[in-house]
């Protein structure tokens, strides 16, 4: 008999979880005026919120703390990180900043102008928000595919090369900085990006002459699908795959909240000298002085062994098979969901899901709610509320998907806990015909409305 699949870690530090009861997360999600956001942690017992900043660190990690040099300028810490980003990535320049969006920010304002046209593959909040901030178009030039979430297709991150094509002959070189490639994508619900179609932006820029960078937040998890799916990766090691990938970048942003599998930290990558010397001047003014940039020196090492465990396929293959292993468990209960499933999150099609709740009263967000009653399990709603109002008319914007993302923290919990996630949907799916009513808002901020909206339940 072939061995079963295991993890490849065992557990040396626990922390204690507690269920609730029906009437106690009633009352809790009364008085956080349903919203998700509201609820503290401890009134959570699985929390998918997001895997950004949750994961937990290795015993390598916890020691690297205790070596941290905190010095200002010249910290060994600073050149450790360096020396790590070099070896993985190929860059021989790099910024360290407090997070993902403050990387955007500062190479944001090295380059981008009002006016300008960023290309790329449905760009993350954040990345959109500091383009916009600057009175700049982000132009997502997604395949089609992606957005069909019952279409199987390996590679649903990938550019259209005829659509990215079309924007690099319709503007001058001038007003575009930057073509943005984000490996895995985000917003399309994880999905990779194929080697070739790496190779084939790049060529494609240089054409144009106009640099690539990538966000890189879910690097390793785009290099393991490569390794799996994209015939001539299957024998290469993830370090081979990534720095292929890198190959074809000019420049990187990282949210090492991902995968550096630290709970804070960023950097910024350059092949280019004198870009990097921009650069420097406002990470200097936002961030903090170029050799900590942001981020603590313990914080520099737990990075560095970070994106050493983060590139091996043991870590990856368990990360990415309980992923697969909760949306299988759905599939099963022919719960519909986005397919393939993608490398960090499983998304809930909550309009298939309850299609007796109407559009105008916010199906994903019943849908997240719901499963909070069932089980005490917090996901979030990517939809409507998410999608916000239109800058112009001020009516709601209804976006082509309406999902809830099970978003799930790395090397944090067991498959017995995504056992609870599965039947906690299925039991709502057992009585879905019943749910035919959601929620209207009792108050919103004007922007980022999601984070603070207040609701009301509809009956
Ligand atoms: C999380 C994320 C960011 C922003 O990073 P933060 O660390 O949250 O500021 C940018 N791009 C992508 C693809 C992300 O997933």
Same mark, same amino acid.
């Given at each position: ?7 490849? #870690?065992?557990?040396? @530090? ?14 809790? %999600? ?6 998700? #956001?509201? %609820? ?5 017992? +699985? ?16 020691? !690297? ?23 993985? =990535?190929?860059?021989?320049? =790099? ?6 969006? *403050? ?12 006016? &300008? ?15 916009? $901030? ?13 957005? &069909? ?24 070189? !001038?007003? +575009?900085?930057? +073509? ?33 960078? /990538? ?12 390794? %799996?799916?994209?015939?001539?990766? *299957? ?28 709970? @804070?930290?960023?950097?910024?990558? /350059? ?13 200097? @003014? ?26 091996? $396929? ?18 099963? #209960?022919?719960?519909? +969901? ?8 499983? $998304?809930?099609?909550?309009?298939? /899901? ?5 559009? !105008? ?6 849908? *997240? ?18 999608? &916000?109002? &239109? ?69």
């Amino acid at each position: 008999m072939e061995l079963p699949f295991a993890e490849s #870690f065992k557990i040396k @530090m626990v922390e204690p979880i507690f269920r609730s009861t029906l009437n106690e997360r009633e009352l809790w %999600l009364k008085e956080a005026r349903y919203n998700l #956001f509201n %609820l503290k942690a401890e009134q959570v017992y +699985i929390d998918l919120l997001t895997d950004s900043g949750t994961g937990a660190m290795s015993d390598r990690q916890w020691a !690297e703390l205790m070596l941290g040099d905190e010095s200002y300028a010249g910290a060994t810490s600073y050149y450790k990180l360096k020396a790590t980003i070099e070896e993985i =990535f190929g860059f021989p320049y =790099f910024l360290p900043t407090h997070q993902g969006r *403050a990387a955007e920010n500062v190479l944001m304002s090295t380059l981008v102008k009002q006016g &300008d046209i960023i290309p790329g593959n449905s760009h993350f909040d954040t990345t959109k928000g500091h383009i916009e $901030f600057r009175k700049a178009t982000a132009f997502d030039c997604t395949i089609q595919e992606a957005f &069909d979430t019952s279409l199987l297709h390996p590679f649903k991150g990938n550019i259209d090369l005829e659509k990215l094509e079309q924007v690099l002959r319709s503007y001058p070189r !001038e007003r +575009i900085p930057m +073509i943005i490639v984000t490996v895995t994508c985000n917003t399309s619900g994880g999905q990779p990006v194929s080697m070739q179609n790496l190779r084939e932006v790049k060529a494609m820029a240089d054409k144009y002459g106009i640099p690539v960078c /990538f966000d890189s937040a879910r690097f390793a998890e785009n290099a393991y699908f490569i390794k %799996l799916r994209e015939p001539g990766y *299957a024998e290469k090691s993830i370090r081979e795959i990534v720095a292929e990938m890198y190959s074809y970048a000019d420049m990187a942003t990282m949210s090492a909240k991902k995968d550096g599998i630290v709970n @804070m930290g960023g950097f910024i990558g /350059f092949k280019d000298e004198e870009l990097f010397r921009r650069a420097t001047t406002y990470n200097i @003014m936002f961030e903090g002085f170029i050799t900590y940039g942001g981020m603590s020196g313990r914080d520099m090492n737990a990075l560095a062994a970070g994106l050493k465990e983060s590139t091996t $396929f043991e870590y990856l293959e368990t990360r990415i098979k309980q992923v697969e292993y909760l949306g299988q468990k759905l599939l099963d #209960f022919c719960i519909p +969901i986005q397919q393939p499933v993608g490398g960090h999150a499983v $998304f809930v099609d909550a309009l298939k /899901f309850l299609p007796n709740v109407p559009r !105008e009263e916010y199906v994903a967000q019943t849908l *997240a709610l719901e499963l909070y009653l069932e089980a005490g399990v917090r996901g979030v709603e990517i939809g409507t509320l998410l999608a &916000d109002r &239109d800058p112009v008319t001020r009516q709601d914007r209804y976006p082509a998907l309406e999902t809830v993302r099970l978003a799930i923290p790395r090397r944090v919990y067991t498959n017995n806990h995504m056992d609870v996630v599965a039947v906690a949907l299925k039991n709502i799916w057992d009585r879905r015909d019943e749910i035919r009513r959601g929620y209207r808002i009792a108050w919103e901020a004007p922007i980022m409305r999601h984070f603070t909206v207040q609701l009301e339940k509809l009956s």
